[in-house]
């Protein structure tokens, strides 16, 4: 018998978490101008805040694809349409909630009542899609900073503090899809598990790598997937980047795929409420570093200014063309939805 989606209760940690976001917040808006950021978001071209709205709109389309290409792969026949539903729902949940998971739960659960299958399956492709996600980031942030090292137009010391950084991220997200996708890898890290005789750890891993078992060694399908997630994550360093020209910025390409995967990574930690906090934070402080943007003559407030704006402005669209998840959630049905094409 299908239940409901039951929202989590706002525990004290979501109440630090709340504390320390509007901290965060009142921070960089203060340090910045309150007045000045106020003028800057106000003075943005609506031209290219439409064409960032709708990329990102776009980015949630193909998501909610890679997702439902996921779920097939896995054997469950979950519509597309039910995808983008339960995927776009989802993303209103992780950003009008404190934390960042409770989309991701609600799609687990939408699987699992519409498809009458357990949650491991659903969970390991929602997991996938993420990890999928953030790798297609990093891959991108590379091969950003690879062509930027050809051209050598930005100051050499950013560009070798950006490629540490990028690395570091790209190498631990390789290191952490290896064990889920290669059957050789998992196998050595669970006999490790096993000498070491982790008997929780052990069964654990076992459950895990059981409800992964069919995306291993499929690597035509996975590298069409991560190919997929490549295209997904450039349409939302794209909102990133029709944000600034809306606020009259030029920024080198490079920046914003080297800015954006930490600036994601960041928003996805127990420490902000639905995407704000330390995003804001982080991206207001990279955008101010010198050498960043040029502004034109035409605007009229200082670098923090501009780069509180930029931190801005993309949360800001995508909380706004999220609003559209949220009608299917509010008007989402307590019995499990027809699962049709």
Not at 75 to 91: D, E, V
Not at 122 to 147: I, Q
Not at 217 to 225: A, K, P, V
Not at 328 to 341: E, G, I, L, M, Q
Request: a positive charge.
């Amino acid at each position: 018998m299908a239940g409901k989606f039951k929202l989590p209760a706002l525990s004290p940690w979501a109440w630090v978490r709340l504390l320390l976001a509007a901290a965060m917040l009142y921070w960089v808006v203060e340090r910045s101008g309150r007045g000045r950021i106020l003028q800057a978001l106000a003075n943005a071209s609506p031209g290219w805040t439409l064409a960032a709205a709708l990329c990102f709109f776009l980015s949630i389309l193909a998501g909610a694809y890679q997702w439902h290409l996921l779920l097939k792969l896995q054997g469950i026949g979950y519509a597309y349409r039910a995808c983008f539903r339960s995927y776009y729902s989802g993303l209103f949940l992780n950003n009008f909630l404190p934390g960042t998971v409770g989309g991701d739960a609600l799609r687990v659960w939408d699987v699992h009542r519409s498809e009458a299958t357990g949650v491991g399956k659903a969970a390991a492709a929602t997991l996938l899609d993420r990890l999928l996600g953030f790798s297609a980031l990093a891959f991108l942030s590379l091969l950003a900073l690879a062509y930027e090292f050809h051209k050598n137009q930005l100051p050499q010391s950013l560009l070798y503090r950006l490629l540490w950084t990028v690395g570091l991220v790209s190498l631990s997200f390789l290191l952490l899809l290896l064990p889920l996708l290669s059957r050789r890898v998992s196998k050595a890290l669970h006999a490790i598990i096993r000498t070491v005789g982790l008997k929780k750890l052990d069964a654990t891993y076992a459950k895990i790598q059981n409800s992964l078992d069919a995306y291993k060694t499929r690597w035509g399908s996975m590298g069409y997937m991560f190919i997929l997630a490549c295209l997904v994550q450039f349409l939302r360093v794209a909102v990133h980047a029709f944000s600034a020209w809306a606020l009259h910025l030029t920024l080198a390409p490079t920046l914003f795929f080297s800015f954006v995967p930490l600036i994601a990574l960041v928003a996805v930690l127990p420490l902000n409420v639905g995407g704000w906090g330390l995003p804001q934070g982080l991206g207001a402080y990279l955008y101010a570093l010198p050498g960043v943007f040029a502004m034109s003559a035409t605007v009229g407030f200082d670098t923090r200014s501009a780069a509180a704006a930029l931190a801005f402005l993309p949360t800001v669209i995508g909380m706004v063309v999220m609003l559209g998840g949220g009608f299917y959630f509010v008007f989402r049905s307590s019995a499990p939805p027809r699962n049709k094409t």
